[in-house]
């Protein structure tokens, strides 16, 4: 079915319907990428998991069921690492901010040992599972940091969510707060002289912070950026989408959805619900 059948099927259909055949879909192929995966892994051993064909990953215990997402739990998930994989094949430096237990990191350096990667985390919890994620895939390649990026140097005041530390606002009032350092991303990167051609953020609302304080990195190395998007905690944060869209355009950035359709900023400035975005440099 080409783009304009599609168009007039969702026009003419009832919303209802039309959420009712997407959560099928959705249904149907996450039961079809857990088979690819139990296949895939019905050799693996127990601390192991075979993330994709050639692509095996120790990992702590508390790591397995959040790395699953990217194998079968959530398609949406499964199709951003896949497009992670086939993006950065040629790239050789990733900063990975956001990077929790580090299934990023470790999907771009094991193997590669002429990779680089620097993994950042905000959060003592997730930052233990990722040390020993990155211990127990014997890579020297992989420098984790313990700090928030932001846009200016100082501490940030956060909460957990999970595992997650999360800077934008508490919609829980039993969630415990912990405070941070914050560095900018600029800084990070001058003081360990490290120049990535490859940018991964997922942040929970401090995104826009995060690329402000990406500005001369983002303009001396052009790096290919994926970018988790969360429209309401950008806007807790008292930040906006369309001013972060119109900075990265004004930088010479193409924003496109994960499959690199064009997305206008107008129509990016809208967005209602988490999108995953590559921003391509022109």
Known sequence: MNDAVKNVVRQISPPILI????????????TALKTQHEHRNRSARQNEIILRESLVLKLHPASRHGFEYF??????????MDIFIQQTRDKSRLLDIGALHGIFSLAFTVGHPDKRVVAV?????????????IHKNGLRNVTPVECAMSDSPGELRMHYEWEHAVAAEVRDSGQSFLTVEKRTGDDLCQSLSFA???IKIDVEGHEVKVLKGLSHVIERHRPLI??????????DEKDSIEDMLNYLAAKRYRITSMDSRNLPIHDAGQL???????????
Do not use: G, W
């Not at 994926?226 to 806007?235: A, C, D, N, Q």
């Open 71 to 80: 194998c079968y739990r959530s398609p949406d998930c499964v199709e951003e």
């Open 19 to 30: 959420d009712l055949a997407r959560t099928i879909f959705q249904r149907e192929k996450q």
């Open 226 to 235: 994926f970018l988790e998007l969360h429209p309401t905690r950008i806007s």
């Open 272 to 282: 209602t619900q988490l999108q995953r975005l590559l921003l391509i440099p022109s």
């Open 121 to 133: 985390d905000a959060s003592p919890v997730a930052f233990a599972r990722l040390l020993y994620n």
């Open 196 to 198: 990535p051609d490859a």
